[in-house]
């Protein structure tokens, strides 16, 4: 076993060392990984100090040239793929082939946004008055403090990164305290191209710490943040004193509706993979399913074959596995107390439902629990973990119903083969996104966002971009 890296985080174009430091462990082994800095408030302000001094020079330059800067970091991210890969399996717990299509999309993400330098549009607008022009011009906001959630932490800095660069802001990075190996080795990468110092940087430490200086520094102009509601709900409060600009993407419950006229073997592969990727600590995946009753007991006996089915494991020591562990003992705790307590209430458990017994790791196998109803916690509350309950329904109305009946509203999905009953499940479902006979993952020229408390604005494609811009309304009297 190689003896843990020590990371430094990444200020005003060079690696910064730091007194104290947090110990990163292997979710699967309980090995230590490395030691990263546990930063406090004035190693935050040192960054945001070196990117406000950055900022301005950095909009002056053409959005073309500063689109450069991505590309040549998305080639240095293709030239190291299995590395990265490897590291965020270590770290995160992540399957490997995920893993590497995780650091494959980042790639292709900062390409997307830099494609958009030729591409951010103001508007002309007819004036009432003679002789006189009305132009909005998009311009940066400043800087931008970016929070990193710990399970899809290498996209992340891509999707808050991108938008924020080519538009003309510079950024400080906050990675998760249980994931931050890959955003450092990310600042290795982006250290080795000439992008100009300060634009980018990376500093690691506590929310109490680092994430506390960057919401409430009147230096920041936006926090784009990813993570959970109590935090987003904390963040409101800390930036509400300077007004600064919020882009949250907070938590979710995910319904998935399966209709009588289903194709159930479409809908079994499609909600199956929701509960196994990424061990189903993923925001967006099905976390619930209302299933119509005149295919419940199929859907059901098919699913528990499917889950009981998975492969699990440590993803490193079993390349084969399709799912890992969940990231902390933390998480698995909630998830097998979800399970006992939806079993309390009355859900009936028909495969899983237990701690995976591998000798070390925070493993849970996947599970299905049926006879469950709209009052039970596991109906209405984030489970993140490999669990999904299901609940049969009668017709289209109720499960509409049920599914908007819920305080999240990122995604949704249904399976249906009438174009009808699709079109009024759109019409009728109360969420940011709705995937119709597929599976729930969003696409980057898309627009990713969510209702309730699921967040506030939303990430990628065009009005993703314009996040990370103000409007300038110009009066030109001729």
Known sequence: MTDPITYQNYIDGAFVACDNHIEVRNPATGAVLSRVPESDAATAERAITAARAAQKDWAKKPAIERAGYLRAIASRIRQNAERLARVITEEGGKIQSLALVEVNFTADYLDYMAEWARRIEGEIITSDRPGENIFLFRKPLGVVAGILPWNFPFFLIARKMAPALVTGNTIVIKPSEETPNNCFEFAKLVAETDLPKGVFNVVCGSGAGVGSALTTSDKIDMISFTGSVGTGSRIMAAAAQNVTKLNLELGGKAPAIVM???????????????????????????????????????????????????????????????????????????????????????????????????????????????????????????????????????????????????????????????LSTAMKAAAGLDFGETYINRENFEAMQGFHAGVRKSGIGGADGKHGLYEYTHTHAVYLQS
């Open 260 to 418: 009588n006229d289903a194709d159930l073997d479409l809908a079994v592969t499609a909600i199956r993979a929701s509960r196994i990727i990424n061990t189903g600590q993923v925001c967006n995946c099905a976390e619930r399913v209302y299933v119509q009753r005149g295919v419940a007991e199929q859907f059901i006996e098919r699913m528990a074959g499917a889950l009981a089915e998975t492969r699990y494991g440590d993803p490193i020591a079993q390349a084969d596995v399709e799912m890992g562990p969940l990231i902390n003992e933390a998480g698995l705790r909630k998830v097998e107390q979800m399970v006992r307590t939806a079993q309390s209430q009355g859900a009936q458990l028909v495969t899983g439902g237990a701690v995976a017994d591998l000798g070390k790791g925070f493993h849970y196998q996947p599970t299905l629990l049926a006879n469950c109803s709209h009052d039970m916690e596991i109906m209405r509350k984030e489970v993140f973990g490999p669990v999904l309950p299901v609940q049969i329904i009668d017709d289209l109305d109720e499960a509409i119903a049920l599914a908007n009946d819920c305080e999240y509203g990122l995604t949704s999905s249904i399976y249906t083969r009438d």
